[in-house]
């Protein structure tokens, strides 16, 4: 089957009516989705009461894709919070108990950086990794093309197998060794993760400027492009029970769109977002001249 989902559900303003709060937004977005990728995760472990109440608002057959912490994939810059690898990783698996007792965990989604490249070291953390994080599903997110150069790209899929990796699919700008290309291969048998970054090449590689989170996944999809991920995903579910697709193109606020065309293009059923319009307002009647 496939799932379609977006990143994050804050600033999702296409979901909601005018006002909505904070504290509402995950309910609502379980109206529309079926799966959500959690970014906040990445920048801080969330506390387990926090993810108890993120399972406990969605319904029951809902999934979460649960990035892995920056300090567990080599993008933390500055003082470390915890003070071991060990108890770093201790504290990352028990915030997700309560979305794994809750059923609710699909995967944990581990994203590397650019500089993460095919390299002997490298193998060998992401061996470790899998040790550390076992029995928890895993999927593994490149950035660096050397991973899928040559015949890199098979020793590559060879490899996650192997170890138990999920691999995460990318639709990503072509900007170079820090993208990587289209590889529409599973290597589990239960679960693949597409990820759709959008295509905009000139804001792929500002992730330091000052305004990188209004540029980088400003992008908008055709119908063209979702039609050739169509015929990606259809082959996709050959060979994994599920899909799960997130689209993460929403520094313009198209994710939410571009998700409904995939699902209307999957022939899935789609809710209509609300009307978000502001009501006119009624002037007052005119004040009588006095004077």
């Known amino acids: 089957m496939i799932h379609i989902g977006l990143t994050g559900w804050g600033d999702q303003e296409d979901l909601y009516p005018n006002r909505t709060k904070a504290k509402d937004k995950l309910s ?11 970014d906040s995760s990445f920048y801080a472990v969330q506390p387990r009461d926090r993810m108890a109440r993120w399972a406990a608002e969605t319904p029951e057959s809902f999934a979460f894709i649960i990035k ?7 993008h933390l810059r500055g003082k ?7 108890e770093m ?21 581990f994203q590397y950086p650019p500089w993460f490249e095919c390299n002997k070291d490298n193998v060998k953390e992401l061996r470790e990794v899998k040790l550390r994080m076992e029995g928890i599903p895993c999927a593994l997110e490149f950035r660096h093309r050397s991973w899928y150069e ?30 990587i290309p289209i590889v529409p291969q599973a290597t589990d048998s239960e679960m693949t993760l597409v990820r759709m970054h959008g295509r ?48 993460n193109n929403n520094s313009g606020g198209d994710a ?3 998700a409904q065309m995939m699902m209307d293009l999957l022939d899935q059923p789609v809710k209509p977002f609300p009307d978000r319009t502001e009501p006119e307002k009624e002037e007052g009647p005119e004040q009588l001249e006095l004077f």
């Open 200 to 247: 905009n090449v000139s804001g792929w590689h500002q992730n330091g400027a000052p305004n990188w989170r209004e540029t980088r996944y400003l992008y908008r999809y055709n119908k063209e492009e979702l039609l050739e991920w169509k015929g990606y995903l259809e082959q996709l579910q050959e060979q994994s029970k599920d899909v799960y697709v997130i689209f």
């Open 80 to 86: 470390p919070y915890f003070t071991s690898t060990s």
């Open 89 to 109: 990783y201790k504290a990352f698996r028990e915030s997700l108990e309560p979305v794994i007792e809750a059923g609710k965990m699909q995967a944990a989604l």
């Open 68 to 74: 892995a912490y920056q300090g567990m994939t080599g």
């Open 28 to 38: 609502l977005y379980g109206q529309y989705f079926s799966t959500v990728e959690v």
């Open 256 to 258: 939410a769109a571009n």
């Open 150 to 179: 040559g015949d890199m790209r098979e020793r590559t899929l060879s490899f996650l197998k192997e170890q138990g990796w999920i691999h995460s699919v990318c639709d990503e700008p072509q900007a170079g060794l820090g993208s």
